[in-house]
Nanobody, 116 residues
Framework: QVQFVESGGGLVQPGGSLRLSCAAS????????LGWYRQAPEKQRELVAH???????YYADSVKERFTISRDNARNTVYLQMNALKSEDTAVYCC??????????WGQGTQVTVSS
């Protein structure tokens, strides 16, 4: 089972930028599609971006043209560059497989807070 460790979150002002990283275990990292999910308080978890094993990307409308997902298979790492951050981007961000397995294993996630 693939395990994930997320990092890079923090407090940023509206309009600012952050780069999240997700290190994954597993020798077959490169064959998986991976995504960044977020969950804000009292809201359902949502998939904001994902990247296929071949590098094809998808973005939710709410983050399109502001967020960029990328992956480095040599480092077993997936990234999320977040620009022009808004208060509504405040959430805990986690990475995982896409689609989610039946019983997904979640890391601790990384908190992103956008506030002035």
């Amino acid at each position: 089972q693939v395990q994930f460790v997320e990092s890079g979150g923090g407090l940023v002002q509206p309009g600012g930028s952050l780069r999240l990283s997700c290190a994954a275990s597993g020798r077959i990292f490169r064959i998986y599609a991976l995504g960044w999910y977020r969950q804000a308080p009292e809201k359902q978890r949502e998939l904001v971006a994902h990247i296929s094993s071949g590098g094809r990307t998808y973005y939710a409308d709410s983050v399109k043209e502001r967020f960029t997902i990328s992956r480095d298979n040599a480092r077993n790492t997936v990234y999320l560059q977040m620009n022009a951050l808004k208060s509504e981007d405040t959430a805990v961000y986690c990475c995982n497989l896409v689609p989610l397995p039946t019983s997904p294993s979640w890391g601790q996630g990384t908190q992103v807070t956008v506030s002035s």
